[in-house]
């Protein structure tokens, strides 16, 4: 897969394969069908692993192939050691977790740096839908309240909090709409939150 074919299928991921350095060692935690790992492999020469519980997505990332464990990431990633990766992914995958924080500490442990993305709430639809007294639905939280995989809801604000009480450094973060970076109002007009994170006092 290349930059063009990635960029058309996800925006979002475009935008986020340019903080993955080339040659880096990545695990990515619930990562899907794998497209991200298969361009990662392909255009940045990166290798590493991903992680995945459901059957037909560890199916689609083997056929990409991308080595993938079939796991629960709830359960943690006690099978690595510390700052086994160069660069550790969880992609929209946060919020379906219900124990976020130790997952959270637990990607940062065995990364020397994470990339974590996951819906906006705050984004000003999502505000709207509330007023109207309705539960949102929109391209970065497509599903019904009822059918749902997301048991939690997080503003950049509030992932900004977490990672201080977690002890993490943000290096840097983007509000994305589109796959484009929303500079003005991030925080009401970005429909997915991206942050780089690594343990405080850590350094490459």
């Not at 009822?146 to 990672?163: G, K, M, Q, S």
Request: some cysteine; glycine content about 6%.
């Amino acid at each position: 897969m290349n930059f063009t074919q990635l960029s058309t299928a996800r925006p979002d991921l475009a935008f986020i394969a340019h903080w993955v350095p080339n040659n880096a060692h990545v695990l990515d935690v619930g990562c899907g069908d794998g497209v991200m790992l298969d361009y990662l492999q392909s255009d940045k020469s990166c290798s590493g692993y991903g992680i995945e519980i459901a059957d037909d997505k560890v199916l689609d990332s083997t056929r990409r192939g991308v080595q993938v464990i079939q796991q629960d990431m709830e359960k943690g990633l006690a099978i690595f050691n510390d700052n086994s990766f160069d660069t550790v992914l969880c992609l929209s995958s946060l919020q379906m977790m219900k124990h976020v924080e130790p997952l959270l500490r637990d990607i940062v442990r065995v990364g020397k740096e994470a990339i974590v993305s996951f819906p906006n709430f705050a984004y000003w639809p999502h505000r709207v839908a509330l007023l109207t007294g309705r539960m949102p639905v929109s391209k970065s939280l497509p599903y019904q309240w009822y059918d749902t995989p997301n048991v939690r809801c997080a503003t950049i604000t509030d992932f900004h909090e977490l990672a201080e009480e977690c002890g993490l450094e943000v290096i840097e973060y983007v509000a994305l709409a589109e796959g484009r970076i929303v500079s003005f109002l991030p925080n009401l007009r970005g429909d997915l939150a991206v942050f780089r994170l690594r343990k405080k006092g850590a350094h490459r």
